[in-house]
């Protein structure tokens, strides 16, 4: 707070109890291996020749220094009493699974602060709005934690970039919207699920919602189910008939209802909120020349003009991605992922030079996004606006300001579903207006909402990357096959010498795009991929197609095992599943259907 930072850290006290001497240690000797028990929600392990037991209670949950939570500036190593009632009934799981410790009594019980961030892992990176002010706090397994939060962190600090992806850690994933109230709700809820492991696509409640769009109680009515991220509360599938899902590893009892989802999309029309979208306006006599310095991309040479554009390191690794709309000669439009709303924002405002007259604004919150794709999209929007939409007036990657149901908004015939259709980024306050007329004129074209779900399945058969996924720090345009979005011709650019060093290199590193022959499960991302029974890269992440019919995903490898019709196998649940490269996307390689 000092510097005007806060970070999303609730500290909680913890309990660990101390045994009297084991004889079975004192017999031994090595230590024990440290054991972390999920029935008993404890970790269990030898201390000299007695026994340690810690304790994550999951009721009863006390703060540290409440009603704030945080430490007086005399506090230093401060412990609390001990309160063995709240480790009731775990800390007798914990003596069952370890008789010889219940033996030998309890001698010492030590009842500390430990920090627990929103969501787990450290907060290990860049302040947000500070230049070159580092955290690393946060840590609930310090001990566990400490050493590669320390290496990642100082070649993060000291080279730029660090070897192994950091956004699950960067602490620009939380924002304003992780106040005390969340960061309590959230600190809580991670200390007593320390040993649970939450199935995929299970939805935790606490400090939700926190970040909505006007449209959130509507969907709500309507069956949808939300997913948050960076605070948003984002559609994910809709439960038209009232069912719950049922999470698993393998595909669920909503496999079929997103199926639905997916073909009104890619045969009549869909409709979807994504107002989570990061959104920044940059203007200024300068703005052109700026963005041309900071991405990899040529900037459009017509107002209207869309591309897709890339922030680079140094080191030419990946550190953001953004789709930028040309309105004026000094008037840009920028797009990025959600979660990257503060890292993004960083990367724009500490990049103007001195003198540079160039404004940059973040508007998330001020513009609300609907995306309407489709073969029946033109229909659906025609009723609505008199701006003309065929392809001679509005041609796909173009983008203008336009009115629609009688609103301003700035219409964008782009999206990362892989249909003919728009993103309309009206004022929020209009969101619900022009959400209302769509659904409206959309009725006799068969329109339905649509979730994440949903875009998932859409993006994977039109092979369209992941940031955070795909897209990385840990990996260069070229590694990520994205070399179409470079122009080494035009003047410098962050990253430029790092990526034509690279080109004359050996690689190391090749995203490939494949198909997998599964049975009921697809890929998530860290699967193993394996050539034989020697493993050769990893997945990071897929889905199944229900267009084509086909579980697909994307996955890195070494370079010379990028050629499509490559054989491979990914280890899927247990299984080994044959997976062979493709070299063009699954569904419309052509993009026909976006030129419609």
Not at 271 to 296: M, N, P, W
Request: proline residues 5%.
């Amino acid at each position: 707070q000092m510097v005007g930072s806060d970070l999303p850290i609730c500290n909680m006290q913890h309990q660990y109890i101390v045994t009297g001497p084991v004889a079975e240690f004192a017999d031994r000797d090595e230590e024990i291996p440290v054991m972390r028990d999920p029935h008993s929600s404890s970790y269990i392990r030898q201390e000299q020749k007695s026994g340690l037991i810690g304790i994550y209670e999951q009721e009863i949950l006390a703060e540290c220094w409440p009603p704030n939570g945080l430490p007086p500036w005399e506090s230093d190593s401060e412990l609390f009493p001990d309160d063995l009632e709240r480790l009731m009934p775990w800390l007798g799981r914990a003596m069952e699974r370890m008789p010889v410790i219940e033996q030998a009594g309890i001698k010492k019980v030590v009842n500390g602060a430990i920090p627990h961030s929103a969501d787990g892992p450290p907060l290990l990176g860049p302040a947000a709005g500070l230049k070159n002010f580092w955290l690393c706090c946060g840590s609930s397994f310090g001990i566990a934690q400490g050493a590669g939060c320390g290496k990642y962190l100082a070649q993060w600090m000291v080279h730029g970039d660090s070897e192994i992806n950091m956004t699950g850690f960067d602490p620009r994933r939380f924002g304003s919207f992780a106040d005390d109230d969340y960061m309590r709700a959230k600190g809580f809820q991670d200390y007593g699920m320390t040993y649970f492991t939450p199935m995929p696509g299970e939805e935790l409640p606490a400090g939700r919602p926190s970040r909505t769009s006007p449209l959130y109680k509507k969907l709500l009515n309507k069956g949808c189910v939300f997913t948050e991220t960076f605070g948003w509360e984002r559609p994910k599938w809709f439960s038209v008939d009232g069912r719950e899902e049922e999470y698993s590893y393998r595909r669920n009892n909503v496999f079929e209802l997103v199926r639905e989802e997916c073909a009104a999309v890619r045969e009549r029309v869909g409709i979807l909120d994504l107002s989570g979208f990061a959104k920044y306006d940059v203007t200024g006599a300068d703005a052109e020349s700026f963005l041309t310095r900071l991405c990899a991309n040529r900037m459009p040479t017509k107002d209207g003009g869309i591309v897709l554009a890339h922030i680079l390191s140094d080191n030419g690794r990946i550190a953001g991605e953004v789709t930028i709309t040309r309105l004026a000669a000094d008037r840009f439009y920028l797009l990025s992922a959600a979660g990257a709303e503060l890292r993004d924002l960083d990367h724009l405002l500490q990049a103007v030079e001195d003198g540079e007259k160039v404004d940059i604004e973040n508007v998330t919150d001020i513009r609300g996004v609907l995306v309407l794709a489709g073969p029946r999209a033109r229909d659906v929007l025609t009723a609505l606006t008199d701006e003309p939409l065929d392809n001679d007036n509005f041609r796909w990657l173009t983008g203008k300001e336009i009115t629609v149901a009688g609103v301003p908004a700035r219409a964008l015939r782009v999206n990362y579903v892989g249909e003919l259709g728009w993103e309309l980024h009206p004022e929020m306050a209009d969101l619900e207006t022009i959400y209302d007329a769509i659904h409206e004129a959309g009725e006799a074209h068969g329109i339905a909402d649509f979730g994440l779900y949903a875009v998932n399945s859409l993006r994977i058969e039109k092979a369209y990357r992941g940031w955070g996924a795909e897209l990385t720090n840990e990996v260069t345009m070229l590694d990520a096959d994205m070399e179409r979005f470079i122009k080494l011709d035009k003047d410098d650019f962050t990253g430029r010498d790092a990526t034509l060093k690279q080109a004359d290199e050996e690689r190391t590193l090749q995203l490939v795009y494949f198909e997998v022959d599964s049975v009921d499960s697809d890929v998530r991302g860290g699967e193993p991929i394996f050539v034989g029974d020697q493993c050769v890269g990893v997945t990071t992440s897929g889905g199944y197609g229900y267009a084509v019919e086909k579980s697909l995903g994307f996955g890195y490898v070494t370079p010379e095992l990028s050629e499509p019709g490559t054989e491979m196998t990914i280890g899927l649940l247990g299984n080994r599943r044959r997976a062979t490269v493709l070299a063009d996307p699954a569904y419309d390689p052509v993009n026909e259907r976006l030129r419609a």
